[in-house]
């Protein structure tokens, strides 16, 4: 199976026409596709109107700082809050002079029941009134859509809360299995897949698999599925592409080339670039298009849902000098994802069953491997807890991550209002335990650069493996 290369390459949509990965370093204009203001609404419709508890975020402003000076974030937070301070003067501004409009409209109202030339004379003052009032309402909304366009998206930059298990600056250790290759090697995975005849170079962002390594990927994709079939988890298919709005809903700046892939029509189609509505390749196997099926919708189905899918996962690095399967931006890999009801015990408690679970299926798996709490620094903004799961490459004598499992809180379940049902109670926001079981590039890496996993000039298959592939 071949890991093809994404960037500049055309290809077909359902709708017939081409789309080409692009990246720029223009920002295109557009302030967020998350949030709209009112005069951006006149021209875009707003899909969703993401809950912004930020007075809540507020309360503790040391802990707020504390949080983003930990993830290494360029954010004042002291000045956010005077600028969320000024921003809501001018709201409870605009919320007045809309109730001083609806008094006068009443009070019109009541005065057109009666004939005299009294009342008259008084209507046409109010009404003189009515439109001054109007022009200032105008004038103050104009200026509060403004400020709402700079401001509010500062705001969404704001990180989620991190949780009291995550490491302030380094790596914490958890977990260890079998001791890691001890030889250091002197030729890099790709030298090694290249003469085992299991891998083929072409350029820095095309590497196809060959031989025993399409073996070891659908193999190593069976094994851990079944294990998670045996969880009950089901089966689910994503789309490979999401619009902005979900980008930026999962803590993404939506108009970063390398935070994902932008695509762009062809040349020959008519495309506004002012349009929030673009499409990302993220693949299916990544948060996003779990989180976008279930954005703006209420779920009855009992907690927790426990979904898995299968597919790929497209990473916008900086293209690297020649090809490599670590970090490339396109990898196979197994992705789960679970809904669970807005209590923090219940996702910490499942967080660690998780965790579990991946630890005794990767020690089943037969490598050396370890497990790591990550730093807030290394975190993404929408993870307040992260494990890490970490084979060893002896070429670059340093730990890859291989798959992961990370608490997400109710952070993106507000900004895409992601509801469930909680009987005799109401709507209530989710919270989200979901990663990567395996990322097939990662793992082959470590597993080619370690000499004891090939022999007679091929790539070994431990039993199990290969015990499986036989059986098909």
């Given at each position: 199976?071949?890991?093809?290369?994404?960037?500049?390459?055309?290809?077909?949509?359902?709708?017939?026409?081409?789309?080409?990965?692009?990246?720029?370093?223009?920002?295109?204009?557009?302030?967020?596709?998350?949030?709209?203001?009112?005069?951006?609404?006149?021209?875009?419709?707003?899909?969703?109107?993401?809950?912004?508890?930020?007075?809540?975020?507020?309360?503790?402003?040391?802990?707020?700082?504390?949080?983003?000076?930990?993830?290494?974030?360029?954010?004042?937070?002291?000045?956010?809050?005077?600028?969320?301070?000024?921003?809501?003067?001018?709201?409870?501004?605009?919320?007045?002079?809309?109730?001083?409009?609806?008094?006068?409209?009443?009070?019109?109202?009541?005065?057109?029941?009666?004939?005299?030339?009294?009342?008259?004379?008084?209507?046409?003052?109010?009404?003189?009134?009515?439109?001054?009032?109007?022009?200032?309402?105008?004038?103050?909304?104009?200026?509060?859509?403004?400020?709402?366009?700079?401001?509010?998206?500062?705001?969404?930059?704001?990180?989620?809360?991190?949780?009291?298990?995550?490491?302030?600056?380094?790596?914490?250790?958890?977990?260890?299995?079998?001791?890691?290759?001890?030889?250091?090697?002197?030729?890099?995975?790709?030298?090694?897949?290249?003469?085992?005849?299991?891998?083929?170079?072409?350029?820095?962002?095309?590497?196809?698999?060959?031989?025993?390594?399409?073996?070891?990927?659908?193999?190593?994709?069976?094994?851990?599925?079944?294990?998670?079939?045996?969880?009950?988890?089901?089966?689910?298919?994503?789309?490979?592409?999401?619009k902005s709005i979900v980008v930026e809903g999962t803590g993404l700046d939506q108009e970063d080339p390398f935070a994902s892939f932008i695509l762009g029509r062809d040349a020959s189609d008519d495309l506004d670039e002012q349009n929030p509505n673009?499409?990302?390749?993220v693949g299916g196997a990544s948060i996003a298009p779990f989180c976008s099926y279930f954005s703006k919708q209420l779920t009855v189905h009992p907690l927790p849902i426990k979904l898995f899918t299968i597919g790929r996962q497209y990473n916008s690095y900086p293209i690297q000098t020649k090809g490599s399967l670590l970090h490339s931006c396109q990898a196979?890999?197994?992705?789960?994802?679970?809904?669970?009801?807005?209590?923090?015990?219940?996702?910490?408690?499942?967080?660690?069953?998780?965790?579990?679970?991946?630890?005794?299926?990767?020690?089943?798996?037969?490598?050396?491997?370890?497990?790591?709490?990550?730093?807030?620094?290394?975190?993404?903004?929408?993870?307040?807890?992260?494990?890490?799961?970490?084979?060893?490459?002896?070429?670059?004598?340093?730990?890859?991550?291989?798959?992961?499992?990370?608490?997400?809180?109710?952070?993106?379940?507000?900004?895409?209002?992601?509801?469930?049902?909680?009987?005799?109670?109401?709507?209530?926001?989710?919270?989200?335990?979901?990663?990567?079981?395996?990322?097939?590039?990662?793992?082959?890496?470590?597993?080619?650069?370690?000499?004891?996993?090939?022999?007679?000039?091929?790539?070994?298959?431990?039993?199990?493996?290969?015990?499986?592939?036989?059986?098909?």
């Open positions: 199976m071949a890991f093809r290369s994404v960037d500049f390459s055309l290809m077909r949509t359902k709708v017939r026409y081409f789309v080409k990965c692009y990246t720029y370093n223009q920002r295109c204009g557009i302030s967020s596709a998350l949030f709209m203001t009112g005069d951006q609404a006149k021209n875009n419709f707003s899909f969703i109107s993401p809950v912004l508890d930020f007075d809540s975020k507020f309360q503790n402003i040391s802990l707020l700082e504390k949080n983003v000076q930990l993830r290494g974030i360029p954010v004042n937070v002291h000045s956010l809050k005077r600028m969320w301070d000024f921003q809501e003067g001018i709201r409870a501004t605009k919320k007045k002079i809309e109730e001083k409009r609806l008094e006068i409209t009443k009070s019109i109202k009541e005065l057109q029941k009666s004939e005299s030339p009294e009342v008259i004379s008084e209507i046409e003052k109010l009404k003189l009134l009515s439109q001054k009032v109007r022009q200032e309402l105008k004038v103050v909304a104009a200026a509060l859509w403004d400020l709402e366009g700079k401001v509010v998206p500062k705001f969404l930059s704001i990180p989620n809360v991190l949780h009291e298990r995550t490491p302030e600056e380094k790596e914490e250790l958890i977990h260890s299995f079998m001791d890691p290759p001890r030889k250091i090697q002197e030729l890099s995975h790709i030298d090694i897949g290249n003469s085992l005849g299991v891998l083929k170079c072409i350029g820095p962002l095309c590497c196809y698999l060959k031989n025993e390594a399409v073996k070891f990927e659908m193999e190593s994709i069976k094994f851990f599925v079944e294990r998670l079939k045996d969880c009950r988890y089901v089966q689910f298919s994503n789309p490979d592409f999401v673009r499409l990302h390749l196979s890999a197994v992705q789960f994802f679970v809904g669970l009801q807005n209590c923090a015990v219940s996702e910490t408690s499942f967080f660690d069953q998780m965790l579990a679970f991946l630890v005794s299926a990767y020690q089943d798996f037969g490598y050396h491997f370890r497990v790591v709490y990550v730093p807030a620094e290394k975190l993404a903004s929408w993870e307040s807890l992260k494990a890490s799961i970490q084979m060893y490459s002896s070429y670059l004598q340093s730990y890859i991550e291989v798959g992961n499992v990370s608490v997400c809180e109710d952070y993106i379940s507000k900004r895409l209002l992601m509801y469930h049902d909680v009987p005799g109670v109401g709507a209530d926001f989710f919270r989200i335990v979901t990663g990567t079981v395996i990322s097939i590039p990662e793992v082959l890496a470590c597993v080619l650069e370690d000499p004891s996993n090939h022999k007679y000039g091929k790539l070994f298959l431990p039993p199990h493996l290969d015990n499986l592939f036989q059986m098909d």
